[in-house]
């Protein structure tokens, strides 16, 4: 019997590692991996998906891939009540990510999250050369790009599926804390890590611990990979909250 639709691999490439998810029958991690060589994170996502589903389930093989928020760049949207439809929305994002980042310019793709009324939305961009360079690695690898996305944009559009929600996000050495109500970005925080990604969590929680603290008792964390800070430390940072690990198939 034929297939009529292919199998969808979701692939995430972060700053450490690679994440292959195929759908539930596995997730593989792939580390020591240079996660910038696109040719080899094809070919070894392609090795993961053989492993799981077979050489035969591979053939016209669609991949949805999520990148590490390294490869994007970010700016909010302050509400704009005369912005009516979606060209205006993504022109007035573009206009905001350009003004807030210098290196964003015509040659990198927008991607917008439209606000709910009186909101704030968000735009993140991605350069257009570094995509078609992606896109051509997979198909190389005879994989079929569908879709490609930063990882905060699949984060957001999980947390505005929950009536409330706290997401730490721990990629390598960014760390991004935010906070959903009612599918609104109520705020949007990051950290690098300098010293260690415990200490880097610590000083978000000192700017952020009171907003978190007075709207929810948990904390959903995004950690990608094998190389995790423990969830007893971030619970030591951010004192009354319970920790919640995102596990990889509600994300990718």
């Avoid at 360079?133 to 990882?151: D, G, K, M, Y």
């Avoid at 690098?192 to 990604?197: K, M, P």
Wanted: net charge positive; hydrophobic share 45%; proline share 4%.
């Amino acid at each position: 019997m034929l297939r009529l639709w292919p199998k969808v691999l979701r692939v995430g490439v972060f700053q450490r590692e690679v994440l292959v998810q195929a759908g539930r029958k596995g997730e593989h991690i792939i580390s020591d991996i240079d996660t910038s060589d696109f040719g080899r994170v094809a070919a070894k996502a392609r090795e993961a998906a053989k492993r799981y589903l077979g050489q035969a389930e591979t053939a016209n093989l669609r991949v949805e891939l999520t990148l590490s928020d390294a490869f994007a760049r970010v700016a909010l949207l302050p509400w704009q009540p005369a912005l009516s439809d979606r060209e205006e929305v993504d022109a007035y994002a573009r206009l905001c990510l350009e003004a807030a980042i210098p290196e964003v310019n015509e040659s990198w793709n927008v991607l917008t999250h439209r606000a709910a009324f009186g909101a704030q939305g968000l735009a993140l961009a991605m350069r257009a050369v570094q995509l078609q360079a992606i896109e051509s690695a997979f198909r190389q690898c005879n994989l079929h790009l569908v879709q490609v996305r930063p990882t905060l944009s699949r984060l957001i559009d999980w947390a505005r599926k929950q009536s409330r929600a706290n997401v730490l996000q721990v990629d390598g050495r960014v760390i991004c804390l935010f906070r959903m109500t009612a599918g609104n970005l109520d705020y949007l925080e990051f950290e690098i890590e300098a010293d260690s990604v415990r200490a880097a969590i610590a000083r978000l929680a000192a700017r952020c611990n009171t907003s978190v603290s007075s709207r929810s008792n948990t904390i959903h964390v995004w950690q990608p990979g094998s190389r995790e800070e423990s969830l007893e430390g971030i619970s030591s940072a951010f004192p009354g909250i319970s920790p919640l690990k995102l596990p990889a198939h509600e994300i990718l």
